[in-house]
T-cell receptor, first 110, second 114 residues
Framework: RKEVEQDPGPFNVPEGATVAFNCTYS??????FFWYRQDCRKEPKLLMS???SGNEDGRFTAQLNRASQYISLLIRDSKLSDSATYLC???????????FGAGTILRVKS | EPEVTQTPSHQVTQMGQEVILRCVPI?????FYWYRQILGQKVEFLVS????????KSEIFDDQFSVERPDGSNFTLKIRSTKLEDSAMYFC????????????FGPGTRLTVT
């Protein structure tokens, strides 16, 4: 089983749409969870950390279900500038290294 | 806003040559990392560095690789004898401290081995 698994997409959505990404992870000892975004040939940029209580940052909402080892990201009112690859990331053992999913591609079209 | 910086942005080298990739982490951060991303693949952990020593390394990080923090600001990755399969984007990242798990990435060095 892959350590972090994501639907690769692509998700093609119109501007203004709501889109949801899901992710599962295999290491039950993971303690920290993140969504990063990566534009083509650029570095991963931290979008948000994910907490057990769920958290929201503007149009973005992240949820964590530890029992199911499942993480989600919801983007409301999609903008053209949201087009990117969204990376689900968890920390490895000892809270040190980051383990990346392969990413989900989002394309927002006008 | 403080950023991680990396040089060079692109390095072309011949197989068997040594390369040094340079990073300047965010100034008050204590943990430093190298990751790589082969074109079309996911980001992979290479090595972490804390308190002037390697704290964890992956299977990829074999004897051909080494890291160093030669002064108070730079963090380097050396590949002694490059192979074609070392061609990738190499990202440096830093993390503030023990109670902070977020890692911030530099813009990367694209290494091309010919």
């Amino acid at each position: 089983r892959k350590e972090v698994e994501q639907d690769p997409g692509p998700f093609n959505v119109p501007e203004g749409a709501t889109v949801a990404f899901n992710c599962t992870y295999s290491n039950s000892a993971s303690q920290s969870f993140f969504w990063y975004r990566q534009d083509c040939r650029k570095e991963p940029k931290l979008l948000m950390s994910v907490y057990s209580s769920g958290n929201e940052d503007g149009r973005f909402t992240a949820q964590l279900n530890r029992a199911s080892q499942y993480i989600s990201l919801l983007i409301r009112d999609s903008k053209l500038s949201d087009s990117a690859t969204y990376l689900c990331v968890v920390n490895g053992e000892y809270g040190n290294k980051l383990v990346f999913g392969a990413g989900t591609i989002l394309r927002v079209k006008s | 806003e403080p950023e991680v910086t990396q040089t060079p942005s692109h390095q072309v080298t011949q197989m068997g040559q040594e390369v040094i990739l340079r990073c300047v982490p965010i100034s008050n951060h204590l943990y430093f990392y190298w990751y790589r991303q082969i074109l079309g693949q996911k980001v992979e952990f290479l090595v972490s560095f804390y308190n002037n020593e390697i704290s964890e390394k992956s299977e990829i990080f074999d004897d051909q690789f080494s890291v160093e923090r030669p002064d108070g600001s730079n963090f380097t990755l050396k590949i002694r004898s490059t192979k074609l399969e070392d061609s990738a984007m190499y990202f440096c990242a830093s993390r503030k401290g023990l109670d902070y798990y977020e890692q911030y990435f530099g813009p990367g060095t694209r290494l091309t081995v010919t």
